[in-house]
T-cell receptor, first 113, second 111 residues
Framework: GEDVEQSLFLSVREGDSSVINCTYT??????LYWYKQEPGAGLQLLTY?????DMKQDQRLTVLLNKKDKHLSLRIADTQTGDSAIYFCAERTGGTSYGKLTFGQGTILTVHP | NAGVTQTPKFQVLKTGQSMTLQCAQD?????MYWYRQDPGMGLRLIYY???????DKGEVPNGYNVSRLNKREFSLRLESAAPSQTSVYFC??????????FGQGTRLTVV
């Protein structure tokens, strides 16, 4: 079955870049997502990448996809204290059910002033 | 535009009690989902409804039932709550070619 793995913790200084990594097992995944969860809140979609792309950039966010190694990364440039949150990698597994997702464990990003 | 609304936001149950978590969306989405979130395990799919009138099991359906009441509403029922069901529950919805939108969550404690 599908499996998505992430490291659990990342700590960076304000102004540095953050890189959050994710590996997945389902080679048929068409879309891969990054969600952000702030304390006590729901999940907010940050960005996504289609499986035929290698990279996607959206302001401070860069997503890299290595299909051969089934590795996905999210880079946040100029990380701010407001970026402190849990970040989830997810792959879409539900065909036309776009919300049928397999999530990683989540990476807790802590940004120090 | 409220998006996905879940009630209640917090609940404490005693072992063996029953309750229903409510979810409603106002985006005219066809598909709705229930996930549970546990520390270090991410979100896991309990049940989903691809369209009105259909429901299917997800990864962790045991101990739960669902009802797709109409296009807007999708409820999750715990018939006999157990401490292992202590979790944060998220409802989500998605439309044709749109990503999933999540509610704010229900924090459930079973003692």
């Amino acid at each position: 079955g599908e499996d998505v793995e992430q490291s659990l913790f990342l700590s960076v200084r304000e102004g540095d870049s953050s890189v959050i990594n994710c590996t997945y097992t389902d080679s048929s995944s068409t879309y891969l997502y990054w969600y952000k969860q702030e304390p006590g809140a729901g999940l907010q979609l940050l960005t996504y990448i289609f499986s035929n792309m290698d990279m996607k950039q959206d302001q401070r966010l860069t997503v890299l996809l290595n299909k051969k190694d089934k590795h996905l990364s999210l880079r946040i440039a100029d990380t701010q204290t407001g970026d402190s949150a849990i970040y989830f990698c997810a792959e879409r597994t539900g065909g036309t059910s776009y919300g049928k997702l397999t999530f990683g464990q989540g990476t807790i990003l802590t940004v120090h002033p | 535009n409220a998006g996905v609304t879940q009630t209640p936001k917090f609940q404490v149950l005693k072992t063996g009690q029953s309750m229903t978590l409510q979810c409603a969306q106002d985006m005219n989405h066809n598909s709705m989902y229930w996930y549970r979130q546990d520390p270090g395990m991410g979100l896991r799919l309990i049940y989903y409804s691809a369209s009105e009138g259909t429901t299917d099991k997800g990864e962790v359906p045991n101990g739960y039932n669902v009802s797709r009441l109409n296009k807007r509403e999708f409820s999750l029922r715990l018939e006999s709550a157990a401490p292992s069901q202590t979790s944060v529950y998220f409802c989500a919805s998605s439309g044709m070619n749109t990503e999933a939108f999540f509610g704010q969550g229900t924090r459930l404690t079973v003692v």
